[in-house]
């Protein structure tokens, strides 16, 4: 297919068993992350002939023959964003083109075939839409939407698959910091790699999450709450953390986040702290920053803030970075520039703030 395909036509049929309306305000008043789901989905499948079957439809598990492709191959993408409910009761998405757009550059490098992004965009609205209701209130409360592309053809063989099925399917999400905003403890990994030259870091496939599963758990056994990989050839330079982008404060006033070096994913939350701080007169460069600058920074005071964002936790103050042998400490609060990126962002999502870049797409 090409980015040229023709818009997906959506059909719609709506549930005829909601989950009650008592159940769901007992969701909403402790929305946790990723486990409670809303009353419908969408569905579109794709063979060589182009995309068709696209419907809003209730919520239901997938059967899936035991030699669906996927399963096998991992020839599998996603995507995160969040729907948010203003004071005013409206309701808003935020970049939903942006997230679109990383899907048909994460389809190119898995073999999978191009959604038109208006098409994207046209489902997460037809989501939203019909679950409404499921949109929690207050506080940093949001409804996360997952929107997602796998091998659906029953077949196994290593080529690309010649059917495919797209599906939206969305979770009511609480606070990510439910007593408030915390540092995060960091465990350098020296003997895993997220990514390499030529691979998938760049795009946001299944199989990057499955193989940084052991390097977290090793970060847990040792006391830390996230991993950071470094690069695959050298072994020197910080890329991310298993699904966070990172930001190095210095004491100048500068800022700096790890170039986009094809194997680090091009995050949509980077990409906006990048324009917000430099709409605060903050010096933002992206370079490639070792793990020796990363260290010998805080020791020294050069580096005095670091955090790492991503959809899930938006701004996530990092207060220890720990390695066999040695650990260097960032403080225990949340540093004052961390907590002005956060804020500016955040603002910009719950309508208390100008969307100057216009970034929020109203649904509702």
Known sequence: MTATAPALEFSTTLTSNPVPVERRSQVLANPGFGTNFTDHMVTATW????????????????????????????????????????????????????????MLRSAARMALPELPVESFVEAIELLVR?????????????????????????????????????????????????????????????????????GTGAVKCAGNYAASLVAQQEAIEHGCDQVCFLDAVERKWVEELGGMNLY???????????????????????????????????????????????????ASGDITEVFACGTA??????????????????????????QEIRAALLDVQYGRADDAHGWMHRIA
């Open 47 to 102: 063979t060589p002939d182009g995309w068709h079957d696209a419907e809003l439809r209730p919520y239901a598990p997938l059967a899936l023959d035991p030699a669906t492709a996927v399963l096998h191959y991992a020839q599998a993408i996603f995507e995160g964003l969040k729907a948010y409910r203003r004071d005013d009761g409206s309701i808003w998405v935020f970049r939903p083109r942006a997230n679109g757009e990383r």
């Open 130 to 198: 019909a679950d409404a209701d499921w949109v929690p209130s207050g506080g940093e409360t949001s409804l996360y939407l997952r929107p997602f592309m796998f091998a659906s053809e029953v077949f196994l063989g290593v080529r690309p698959a010649k059917q495919v099925t797209f599906c939206v399917i969305a979770s009511p999400a609480g606070a990510y910091f439910a007593s408030g905003v915390q540092p995060v403890d960091i465990w350098l990994s020296s003997d895993y790699t997220r990514a390499a030259p030529g």
């Open 313 to 338: 936790a938006v701004v996530t103050p990092i207060g220890r970075l720990a390695w066999e042998g040695g650990e260097v400490s960032m403080g225990a609060e949340p540093g004052p520039v961390t």
């Open 248 to 298: 190095f404060v210095h004491a100048n006033g500068s800022i700096v986040t790890p170039e986009l070096t094809g194997s680090i994913l091009e995050g949509i939350t980077r990409d906006s702290i990048i324009t917000l701080a430099a709409d605060r007169g903050y010096k933002v460069d992206e370079r490639r920053i070792s793990i020796d600058e990363w260290r010998d920074g805080v």
